[in-house]
């Protein structure tokens, strides 16, 4: 089988983490992208960036898409070596991101991109975040980021569809039904 390239999209609280975690196991070895966690990170250490993306995510925004693109660039460029599976989670998030990511998949010899999106209601999401409690999930930051995922990432999942590589997943089900939902949809 060749080498699967899966990018997972989807509403903060749609399920993208934890369906990028059982098809890491299902589809080890696999090298996984996740910005969210790359931001984390780079808020941990002690420079100008990192300071100015904590203050970022503190406000429940998003830095900006050069620097996530960088992010996710720089683990493609030093993470793929061949033959593993890639997973991509959360990004691309614009809709130029998309389009560089394409290019730089591409580029990978990576052409055939499937894209999941988790499809679930804003009150959905809205009711998950709380309950997951993380702490950047503050009632200001969860009506931030799903008013900018209204706003910002439709274009980009609009690309996606139009290029024939978007499959929708109904994320309302249990984790396990939305699991065979998406092995059935990349025929796994």
Known sequence: MNPQTIILLGRSGSGKGTQAELLKKLLAPCLYIYTGDLFREMAEMDTVAARRVKEILNQGALPEEWLAAFLWQRELIYGVHGLENIIIDGSPRRLDEAQEMDRVLAWLGRKE????????????????????????????SIRARLSWFNAEAQPAIEYYEKSGKLIRIDGLGTIDSIHENIKNALGL
Not at 115 to 136: F, G, H, N, Q, Y
Request: proline share 0%; charged share 45%; net charge negative.
């Open 113 to 140: 991109v499937k894209v999941i999106l988790i499809d679930i209601t804003e009150d959905e999401a809205v009711a998950r975040l709380l309950k997951r409690a993380r702490a950047d999930d503050t009632a200001e």
